[in-house]
């Protein structure tokens, strides 16, 4: 069965049976209005008994009505926006396949049913520029809907909606627009993401917004009186927001997206470290139980990524070389070898997100947020507590730091540096951990971290692509092409020590930072 996909930017607004249409042609960057058109929709939406996938602001239906009637997933991207992927009508009661796999990591074992019916009956309206072109599209909808989830129950309202013909940043600022004149005119931006977000109201704790994963390290900012909170809050809703976008980066994976693997690890990478720094806050069982899980899952991850990389790395040096020193077809080889590589790595990564251990493991972390098992030290004050751990970061750097100075030069020195890296990030992740109770010194930490691990992570890509280069280079049969990578060896022994010695420069900053108290 064919799928497409699409990203959607949307505004969605409450109004009452009473309230005017406003004046479109009026609105600023508005040249003309389309003459409307009317549409009867009725849409059944999919879901778990448990609404999972509500819960994390995904909605699956079948709609029939409309221009546009088929299967419809759609996926949270960042506020406003959501990609939609769309599958033809088929069965009334079999989702398809090709969207069931995407959604696997919210449903995991769990049966998918009917959970609610709604009929809207649709006036659109297209928006058009001065220059003919459509810039977006307005619908006013009255929707009647019927909940089979729950208490049986039905209820109707109205609502105003924006689309924007173009999803790529260039509408945002007509968005803006559109929101403030038609607020203007009498209707109230709407904080719930779907149509069925407000069928199920509170439901089950749904309720406003549903979540959002944006950025990895967004985060509020730090809360007055952070002082009486409890050391574990912090921790706890840090851990939330990464699980959230480790979920939507797997959706991500399943559909084959740009950079969607790296992202996952990195979210998988953060959960574990920040368990690992803020362990003393939780019961040791749960927590070393999820650093196994999370281990193990970064390495399945981490082996289609490192190929990525040193493929990228590799492809861009015998692109750098002159003509007369790449001897032989060596970038129809490497393309090759890596691409065998790749291709190993992402069905073990597939095989993965399927497995009962992972599924497993996405409860465990879910049920670990919910219900953390919290020591005394969990629950003390947040301020000193969290200080502290992080303090013990900084010295873990500085104690690593020093002995990769002392550390031989070679190969010691190499997977000294490496160890230092580490250190760097899991520091930089226990400071996000606790920006939230210590503000601007937490980020400053945080920050300088960031260009420890970055200049280190040079390094060690650098370290991996020259022992690639060695046995490409050693290999038999290589003949001419040895000349090759051991000139690519050179340079990348060269960009080695240029990163060791501006890491040696620029660290001194870093290894004096702490939190205070």
Known sequence: MATSSSVEAEQKFDALESTPLPML???????????????????????????????????????????????????????????????????????????????????????????????????????YGGQGERLADFVDDRVRAHVTVGDDRRLEWREWEVELAASDGTGDSLLATLTRQLSAAGATPSHRSSKLATALGGLGGLGGELPMAGKAD????????????????????????????????????????DDSVHQMRAFTRRIRSVLHSYRPLFAPGPVNDLERGLKSLAETLGRYRDTEVLHERLRVALDELPENLVLGPLHDELDQRMMIRADTALAAIRTRLTSPGYFRLLDDLEAFIEAPPLTEKGRAPARKTTAKLVNKAVKRLRKRHDAAVSAAVGQSREEALHRVRKSAKKLRFAAAAAESVHGKPAAKLGKAAHKVQSVLGTHQ?????????????????????????GVLHARESAVSDATERKYLKGSANTLKLRLKK
């Open 461 to 485: 890509d650098s370290v991996l692509a020259r022992r690639e280069l060695l046995d490409l280079g050693s290999a038999p049969g290589t003949a001419s092409a040895a000349f090759t990578y």
């Open 25 to 127: 042609d009026a609105i600023d960057g508005v040249g003309r209005v389309g003459d409307p058109v009317s549409h009867t929709l009725e849409a059944t939406y999919f879901d778990t008994s448990r609404l999972s996938l509500a819960r994390h602001g995904i909605t699956l239906r079948r709609r029939t009505g409309g221009h546009d009637a088929g299967w419809h997933l759609k996926l949270p991207l960042g506020p406003g926006k959501r990609t939609e992927i769309h599958a033809p009508l088929g069965s009334a009661d079999t989702v398809p396949v090709e969207l069931m796999d995407r959604v696997l990591a919210y449903t995991r074992a769990h049966a998918v049913l009917a959970v609610a019916t709604l009929h809207t009956d649709r006036m659109s309206y297209a928006l």
């Open 218 to 257: 967004r985060k509020p900012d730090a809360a007055k009186g952070a002082g009486k909170k409890r050391a574990a809050d912090a921790v706890l809703s840090y851990l939330q927001r990464q699980l959230a976008g480790l979920l939507l980066q797997d959706a991500h994976v399943r559909l084959g997206r």
